[in-house]
């Protein structure tokens, strides 16, 4: 039987291609943000429940209608850095489109971000006992961020840091004051921390991301040549 250093250039070649394939989607990723379960009606009754806040998180999600808000629950202790950074797609469609986050929770001081008092109160449910801190996009030009792992590219709109005052339930909203609508990336947290099950999961979040950026037939092309390559890798490993 052959050994497998015995193959002519050509095996070789591809085994060196999926082990190259194979470090760089492992190295990459465990830099990335772990994707939330959007899967859930993101309201105020019924929120995306975040973990652990401190942890590097992202929501790939939309904003469908003009009014839509979306919710993001988590628990802080007092002193705690409370993270957010709001991403847009490189979609043509979305050049100008620039969601809000706002941040609810106990013992925040008020700041409604130019917007009034009234306009705020109407269209975030902010409940007795909390505060809102509303943060908005006026730059007029975005730096564009690229994601290694999924290769695929984003706007850099507004972030914040904000300590959290007192220990509690708190929400990260999303909206528009425009009523624009599109899709976005919320990112929360910046610790990076990948257990197995996440790192199981890299085929299918890579799969997701770019289908979510819209990114669908060169994501099908290199689906199957990574598929042909494992395929006849296996094939001459059994020969």
Do not use: C
């Amino acid at each position: 039987m052959k050994n497998i250093l015995s193959y002519h250039s050509y095996d070789r070649g591809w085994i060196l291609l999926l082990l190259v394939l194979i470090l760089l989607i492992s190295s990459r990723n465990v830099q990335a943000h772990i994707p939330l379960d959007t899967d859930v009606a993101a309201t105020r009754e019924v929120p995306i429940v975040v973990e652990d806040h401190k942890i590097s998180w992202a929501a790939y999600s939309q904003l469908a209608e003009a009014e839509d808000v979306e919710y993001y629950r988590f628990t802080a202790e007092a002193g705690e850095e409370i993270f957010a950074e709001m991403l847009v797609p490189v979609l043509d469609r979305l050049e100008n489109f620039t969601p809000d986050f706002a941040l609810i929770g106990p013992g925040l001081e008020n700041d409604y971000d130019s917007l009034n008092r009234e306009e705020v109160e109407t269209r975030l449910d902010i409940r007795e006992g909390k505060g809102v801190i509303v943060r908005g996009y006026y730059q007029e030009e975005s730096e564009v961020f690229r994601e290694h792992f999924t290769q695929t590219s984003y706007w850099r709109r507004q972030q914040d840091t904000i300590t959290a005052p007192e220990a509690g339930v708190y929400y990260l909203a999303v909206f528009s004051r425009e009523n624009a609508t599109g899709k976005y990336v919320l990112a929360i947290g910046r610790e990076e921390k990948w257990g197995a099950r996440d790192i199981a999961r890299m085929p299918k979040i890579w799969w997701d991301v770019r289908i979510f950026m819209e990114q669908e037939r060169s994501t099908y092309a290199i689906t199957a040549l990574l598929g042909a390559g494992a395929l006849y890798l296996i094939t001459r490993l059994i020969k």
